[in-house]
């Protein structure tokens, strides 16, 4: 895992992207956490995670927590 600063980070999509333009995050390694933003608007910005709230999220999400 390369952890580097938003400007050099190696952006990513869920696997379950199905790259037909959906509503679609990225993710990436940062220094200080997770970065996470809109992939459609890469340019806007991003929020930043700390590694212990981005894991406990993912947790959760894989547990169905957020399904509907």
């Given at each position: 895992m390369q952890i580097?600063?938003?400007s050099r980070a190696k952006w990513?999509?869920?696997t379950r992207s199905n790259g037909a333009g959906g509503?679609?995050?990225?993710?990436a390694d940062l220094v200080?956490?997770?970065g996470v933003r809109d992939s459609k608007a890469?340019?806007?910005?991003h929020l930043t995670f700390t590694r212990e709230a981005w894991?406990?999220?993912a947790t959760?999400?894989?547990a169905g927590r957020y399904n509907r």
């Open positions: 580097v600063g938003a990513r999509k869920s509503n679609c995050v990225e993710i200080v956490g997770v890469p340019d806007v910005g894991m406990a999220f959760q999400v894989r």
